[in-house]
């Protein structure tokens, strides 16, 4: 389906409203209601007609589908679920059986939920004095240690952003998520201007480099995997390229950390 040449020059990059419309295959008022959250009943069509149009990528979509999801209030209080707080003994087994790569949980709001001693050992800033659960995004946006931690803070923090940002998608009713990005607005000017730009994408492998107050320099692989059976959990490992220096630098933090209590962050 192609698009008639516009008259004169755009103001501003992108299709504009009624050529998307256009592209999707609806009209230009049921685009502008799907626009508004006011169009119920989205069918398949019409949803990847809108991802084609606007060639939106896999993490897009789902929060595209997840948005027009949450336009029926009544679908999702049926279909939610809350965001765990603890693991279950047999899993805090499997992150204490990887002895020689840190790993941890979150939940959709970047609670730690858990981790083994290794990554109690690298994170060995974060701390609460509240008493609530240890938090990575208010750790990234509102612990200055964060930023000497993370060599690549940018990188991190937009990250990090647009996973809270695909969490509220999925989940608008989460009271607790909501309260969470209020205090980081509110809080945290790089927040407020990353979370302003709406972007969403997924993170389930990828690097990351980690400047410890005690190892120094690492630069460790991750991989992130969904929970089978509760999918509000995210369990994430970290892993060095064998004989490199990152290696080494895993090898004394296991050496160094003392026995660490792990179930600070399942609270």
């Known amino acids: 389906m192609g698009l008639p040449t516009p008259a004169g020059h755009r103001r501003v990059p992108g299709l504009r409203r009624e050529e998307a419309a256009t592209l999707a295959g609806v009209s230009v008022d049921y ?10 009943g989205v069918s398949d069509s019409v949803l990847q007609g809108l991802c084609r149009a606007l060639a939106l990528d896999d993490a897009e979509r789902a929060h595209l589908s997840d948005l027009l999801r949450a336009a029926t209030a009544t679908t999702v209080a049926r279909q939610r679920r809350l ?9 805090q087994r499997v992150l204490d059986s990887m002895i020689t790569s840190p790993a941890f949980v979150t939940n959709s709001r970047l609670d730690l939920v858990a981790t083994n ?16 659960a240890v938090n990575l995004a208010r750790y990234t946006f509102l612990d200055p240690r964060a930023l000497d931690f993370y060599p690549e803070w940018d990188t991190v923090a937009e990250m990090t952003v647009a996973l809270l940002r695909s969490s509220a998608g999925h989940d608008p009713l989460d009271r607790d998520l909501s309260d969470l990005i209020g205090e980081l607005v509110t809080r945290s000017d790089e927040f407020r201007t990353r979370w302003a730009a709406h972007h969403v994408q997924h993170h389930t492998s990828g690097h990351k480099r980690f400047h410890h107050p005690v190892v120094g320099d690492l630069e460790l692989a991750f991989d992130s995997m969904d929970h089978a059976a509760d999918p509000t959990l995210t369990m994430t490992v970290y892993t060095a390229e064998p004989g490199s220096p990152s290696a080494d630098a895993l090898t004394l933090l296991g050496t160094w950390t003392a026995p660490v209590d792990r179930a600070r962050g399942a609270h």
């Open 31 to 40: 685009y502008t209601r799907l626009e508004r959250g006011t169009a119920t």
């Open 83 to 91: 965001p765990s707080r603890q693991i279950s003994p047999s899993m």
């Open 117 to 132: 001693s290794l990554c109690a050992a690298l994170y060995a800033d974060l701390d609460d004095h509240t008493g609530s």
